[in-house]
């Protein structure tokens, strides 16, 4: 079964740093793009950074200079370094990507990582 884990949330103050992690396990053939997305209390789930197969990468403007998003595909493994943290990064962190799997291809979510900053 293919599935994404992510790890590396928790209780942080103002102007910390986390570093989240999203392993890919499973039969994985190849592994396209891949995305961290966040959904805060009474919001919707919005997209903060993608990183390409190739490393390419592009990031929402509330989190641009702050946070980096790469990726170890020996490893199969994503990452976020979150740096300057602030109240409003509060939410729970959801990695997403596209993986090829025994010739099927499937859309996987994790299961969400608790990030809080407090003031």
């Known amino acids: 079964q293919v599935q994404l884990v992510e790890s590396g949330g928790g209780l942080v103050q103002a102007g910390g740093s986390l570093r989240l992690s999203c392993a890919a396990s499973?039969?994985?053939?190849?592994?396209?793009?891949m995305h961290w997305y966040r959904q805060a209390p009474g919001k919707q789930r919005e997209l903060v950074a993608t990183?390409?197969?190739?490393?390419?990468?592009n990031y929402a403007d509330p989190v641009k200079g702050r946070f980096t998003i790469s990726r170890d595909n020996a490893k199969n493994t994503m990452y976020l370094q979150m740096n300057s943290l602030k109240p409003e990064d509060t939410a729970v962190y959801y990695c997403?990507?596209?993986?090829?799997?025994?010739?099927?291809?499937?859309?996987?979510w994790g299961q969400g990582t608790q990030v809080t900053v407090s003031s």
């Open positions: 997403n990507a596209d993986v090829v799997s025994s010739g099927t291809y499937y859309l996987l």
């Open positions: 499973g039969s994985i053939f190849s592994i396209n793009a």
């Open positions: 990183i390409t197969g190739g490393g390419s990468t």
